[in-house]
């Protein structure tokens, strides 16, 4: 009985070992992440479009590693799910309509010459209930980080190829290879930590079955130069 209780203990904690050590073999030697070189992804009139979450941002310009941008939040648009991030702001200044925004849970409204400004770790959610298009643009020039911008651009594209949206599992799997540079979180799921364990857990099996970190055909929409 001891050594029957003692396998059904030990086989499991042998499966957990061998598929992480097949998922860092996958992962790092087999189909290792690609270093992206992102200072000449982005050009002035880029456009990164929602479907999805009703959202089209124009990037402004790009220095230091930001982008500067003016995002339009279209009528009765439903915005991202509540989320956070962990190491950067964000703020929100609205030129023309009102914006609704979710702050740690509490509605606020913006009007024009309104500004909020997100702090890191605060969870949030921007959206619009109106009919008219909302247009947000921030003083500040560094308005997302270039890594953020990129990562917006694969998944608005993602997102956008289901009419319905993905489901909650592809787009667990879609994040997972981006890992912890994917800087948005779930707001109302577990401990960032524990979400970032998961992401580590279900990479390998995301990269095995096809998902990818970087797709050629979600690029920035090309407009004239602002």
């Known amino acids: 009985?001891?050594?029957?209780?003692?396998?059904?203990?030990?086989?499991?904690?042998?499966?957990?070992?061998?598929?992480?050590?097949?998922?860092?073999?996958?992962?790092?030697?087999?189909?290792?992440?690609?270093?992206?070189?992102?200072s000449h992804f982005f050009h002035p009139g880029d456009r990164l479009v929602s479907r999805f979450e009703g959202f089209d941002?124009?990037?402004?310009?790009?220095?230091?590693?930001?982008?500067?941008?003016?995002?339009?939040?279209?009528?009765?648009?439903?915005?991202?799910?509540?989320?956070?991030h962990e190491h950067f702001a964000e703020s929100f200044t609205v030129k023309?309509?009102?914006?609704s925004i979710l702050v740690d849970g509490e509605k606020k409204s913006?009007?024009?010459?309104?500004?909020?400004?997100?702090?890191?770790?605060?969870?949030h959610k921007p959206f619009n209930e109106t009919g008219e298009t909302v247009i947000i643009e921030s003083d500040d020039p560094k308005t997302l980080p270039v890594e953020f911008g990129y990562l917006l651009v694969?998944?608005?594209?993602?997102?956008d190829e289901y009419p319905n949206g993905?489901?909650?599992?592809?787009?667990?799997?879609?994040?997972?290879?981006?890992?912890?540079?994917?800087?948005?979180w779930i707001a109302d799921g577990p401990p960032i930590s524990v979400q970032k364990a998961l992401r580590t857990l279900m990479e390998p099996t995301a990269r095995l079955i096809g998902y990818r970190d970087n797709y050629e055909k979600y690029r920035p929409k090309r407009s004239p130069q602002v």
């Not at 879609?174 to 948005?184: P, R």
């Open 57 to 84: 941002q124009t990037v402004l310009a790009i220095k230091d590693g930001w982008l500067h941008t003016r995002l339009e939040v279209k009528p009765h648009a439903a915005g991202p799910p509540e989320h956070f």
């Open 166 to 184: 993905p489901s909650t599992p592809q787009m667990l799997m879609q994040l997972s290879v981006y890992g912890g540079e994917a800087d948005s």
């Open 96 to 99: 023309s309509g009102t914006l």
């Open 110 to 123: 913006l009007r024009a010459g309104e500004s909020v400004t997100i702090p890191p770790m605060t969870r």
């Open 1 to 38: 009985m001891k050594k029957l209780i003692r396998f059904g203990f030990l086989f499991p904690l042998l499966a957990i070992i061998g598929y992480l050590v097949f998922g860092i073999i996958l992962v790092k030697i087999l189909k290792p992440t690609e270093k992206r070189d992102l």
């Open 154 to 159: 694969q998944l608005y594209g993602f997102m």
